[in-house]
């Protein structure tokens, strides 16, 4: 008896036709997560926005803007600082202004260090309205957003 040879794919073909197949779809897939993670770092996200206006506009310790510094670019604001334990509770003064060589919006303590809020930005302008205060963020990517701030202007206590 004799077989018959009938066409087909040897088990090398095959092995090399998944293995450019492989190749295809790895490069589709980090070619796209690259692609997101691009566009998230480049994008201000609306929740790192939101995460900012909640840290600023808290009621359980909220802050109070003082005056305008740098031509609008930077805003002195105070609050009263939690209970250290002894009865006593301080008032903290604060300074909320952009670095340019980090392009990060970040609250400046008086005793020195900084408390990042916002990445990715290129111009900031706070803008008196009334007893608020507006503030104008122009990120890298060109997106601007803009926000009246739920604190009011109060004179520090014993300024």
């Known amino acids: 008896m004799q077989l018959k040879k009938k066409p087909a794919f040897t088990l090398i073909e095959v092995f090399i036709a998944l293995l450019i197949f492989g190749c295809v779809v790895s490069a589709l897939y980090f070619g796209t997560s690259f692609m997101r993670e691009k566009t998230l770092v480049n994008r201000p996200s609306n929740y790192t926005w939101q995460q900012f206006l909640h ?22 604001v105070w609050r009263v600082s939690k209970d250290s334990g002894d009865g006593d509770a301080k008032v903290k003064e604060y300074i909320l ?3 340019k060589n980090s392009h990060t919006l970040h609250l400046t303590g008086s005793n020195g260090g900084f408390m990042p809020l916002v990445y990715g930005v290129e111009t900031i302008k706070f803008k008196p309205v009334g007893r608020r205060i507006k503030v104008i963020i122009k990120f890298e990517s060109g997106d601007i957003r803009e926000a009246n701030l739920g604190i009011t202007q109060k004179k520090v206590p014993n300024d």
Do not use: D, M, Q, S
Not at 55 to 76: D, G, Q
């Open 55 to 76: 840290t600023i506009e808290t009621t359980e310790y909220p802050f109070y803007w003082v005056k305008t510094l740098n031509a609008e670019t930077e805003l002195r």
């Open 97 to 99: 202004k952009n670095t």
